[in-house]
Nanobody
Framework: QVQLVESGGGLVQAGGSLRLSCATSGTRFNFRRMGWYRQAPEKQRELVAT???????NYADSVKGRFTISRDAAENTVYLQMNSLKPEDTADYYC??????????WGKGTLVTVSS
């Protein structure tokens, strides 16, 4: 059973930084793609960033140049470094893993709140 556990969320002032972590278990970290999504109140969940098994990354336009996704295969962990945070980045952030069979796994989320 694949499990994803996010951590690192919290309250930060605009312009500040946070680093989210997603620890995986129940897998050998063999995935097609992993990523971070977010959902703000009364809005749909949206993609923030992804990283493929080959290391290719993809970002939403709204976070390009501010957020960086990375992984540590030895630690079975995926990170999201968030810099220059804005109030509009406030949301629940979810870790996602997509298997080679196309199955999506989700963490329970971690809340990021950016004050103005």
């Amino acid at each position: 059973q694949v499990q994803l556990v996010e951590s690192g969320g919290g309250l930060v002032q605009a312009g500040g930084s946070l680093r989210l972590s997603c620890a995986t278990s129940g897998t050998r970290f063999n995935f097609r793609r992993m990523g971070w999504y977010r959902q703000a109140p009364e809005k749909q969940r949206e993609l923030v960033a992804t990283i493929s098994s080959g290391g290719s990354t993809n970002y939403a336009d709204s976070v390009k140049g501010r957020f960086t996704i990375s992984r540590d295969a030895a630690e079975n962990t995926v990170y999201l470094q968030m810099n220059s945070l804005k109030p509009e980045d406030t949301a629940d952030y979810y870790c996602n893993s997509r298997s080679w069979a196309g199955t999506d796994y989700w963490g329970k989320g971690t809340l990021v709140t950016v004050s103005s």
